[in-house]
């Protein structure tokens, strides 16, 4: 017979069924949906409103097991739950598929918190309306942010940086566009009523401060105006600002104002350097060009080096016509272009080097005393396409803007292209004048010197006849007949002056034939070398497949000749003479840049010496009749004039080169002669005769 349970017993069997009315009462009218899962997920029990959202009976979900349509994160929950520990997790759930999706949050409490239940209560709360608000807002949210970036995006293509200034706080917030702009550290808020005035250029601030007044007082809706803002390095640039005012007070006071800020740096020196040209002008009046484009370029990009070159005939060399280094001209030099950057310009638009400059061209002396980091340089080009020049940037610090420096050189190229073909012109023209005043001073004294040598010579004529008439009627060992013969000889010399200067005047009687000129020289040589002495060596490099000439032989001889001589008295002593031969063909390129040079196809004949030379002004008279430096007695003067006759009344024509103390050159330019067909050498063909510096040219029949 069983025992009767104690008072306790009962006390606390009675306490238990009221908790378990209390629950069943909470469990059931309970708003929230709920339900008793055992450890593998059969539904045990669950509330009227389980049921509801299930859509389906009570009785067909007790008994339910759940595993087969339960979730990773419900399997967990329970899991946590039967362990003793409380779950919440929040998915999407479907009473029957295809049907309505809910979200639920669902919260597991063990049934015996604390021990290991076995049954587990799961509230479930339909948090649906909530978790498509929050997909609402996360999807304005992005579309938000997908906005922001194509703003940014927008503005960045624009080169646009926003500004955001608080007028009541005075603060300024720049985005990091408006801070690569200025150059500012991003986070770098300035103060815009304290930093304002510094900010501005001060030839910008008046006209800032009273569009920004006109804005505040409503005169105008959008503030729209170019001015300069400081840097953060302390230079200035040149930026479009555009802004309205966003929000105001009740008192009608501006409180914010927002807007856009734009780079137009380069555009606004673009414009400048188009207005420096155009009054560029005005130097050609009173100072250089050249000297103040170069200054102006250094200035405008914060260069400290800055070349504009003359390319030389041969453009293996350049003439500078304007250097500005530090802040000071120098004086202009000729450098070779071997080894340094401008070599690398020349043929080029544009050549840029941003960076490590005196490291790519270590031989360069200018880039490394300078320790220079940035160049770039441009080829200035004619009218007819020719490299005539170039100028070229150089910096200490790696070049900040490329772009701009490669805009402003394309621009300012075609100007300074148009100054040194000016300049060039000048010089040409200058050039020719004087050509021309020498050939009609020469035509001239040719004319003069002709009509007295004409007059002269038959004056010899007749007393050559009577004094031969004479010493016919006396005898021959006779005083008289002696004294006759010294006035016969006397005539005869006169008679070889006169015929020198009918040579000189082109009105000499002669005989041209074709001949090949090696040959004619050849037959000479010996004659030649008694003439210039045994201290002096002769040279004699006859070039191979020569041009045939037409011309008299004797006057080759003459040629030689004379040129033999004043050699000779040049030396003085032990020395060396050279005759050389050459085919050329110069054409209207080589003439353009070479003055007194006529196109065509020409045979050279040309004989140098390591003489005492002859200075510029000596230069400009030697062809002249009756001109000599020699002493009084020991020359007539009409050697060198006999041979500019001879290689006029052939169409040739001579060029000297000579400088003092570095020995004289001539070249005898004569036709070649287009009877018979010849191969050139192609070794001299079109300007590879190159003139030096002390060039004289004369002749040009």
Known sequence: MAEKPSHEELLDTIALLEDEKRYRIIFENSPLAMVMFDRDGTILDCNERFVQMMGSRREKLIGFNTARRSTPKMQEAIKKAMAGEPAVYEDAFSPAPGGKTTYLRVMFNPVTPGQAPSAVIATLEDVTKRRLAEEVIKETEDKLRASES????????ANDGLLDANLQAGTVYFSERCHEILGYAPGDGKNIVTDWKSLVHPGDFPQTWERLVALFK????ILRMELRLRMENGEWKWVLIRAKVVEWGEDGRALRLTGTLTDIDQRRKIEETQMF???GDRFAAGGDFFQALARYLADLLRMDYVCIDRLEGDRLSARTVAIYHDGRFKDNVTYTLQDTPCGSVVGKTICCYERDVRHLFPRDAVLQEMAAE???GTTLWDSRGKEIGLIAIVSRQ????PDLAESILKLV????????ERREAER???ILQTQLLQAQKMESIGRLAGGVAHDFNNMLGVILGHVELAQEQIEPNGQLFLDLQEVKNAAERSAELTRQLLAFARKQTVSPKVLDLNETVEGMLKMLRRLIGEDIDLGWLPAQGLWPVKIDPAQIDQILANLMVNARDAIAGVGRVSIETANIAIDDDYCADHAGFIPGSYVILSVSDNGCGMDKEIREHIFEPFFTTKEIGQGTGLGLATIYGIVQQNGGFVNVYSEPGQGTMFRIYLPKHVGQASVPDPGNIAGNDRAGPGDHSAGGG
Do not use: D, H, Q, V
């Not at 194509?150 to 293509?157: D, Q, T, V």
């Not at 409503?218 to 809706?221: E, M, Q, T």
């Not at 790696?398 to 803007?401: F, I, R, V, Y």
């Open 150 to 157: 194509r703003l940014r995006f927008a503005l960045a293509g």
């Open 218 to 221: 409503r005169k105008i809706s």
């Open 277 to 279: 040209l155009i009054e």
């Open 374 to 376: 940035g160049y770039a």
């Open 398 to 401: 790696p070049l900040a803007n």
């Open 413 to 420: 190229a075609i100007r300074a292209t148009g100054e040194l």
């Open 428 to 430: 040409e023209k200058s």
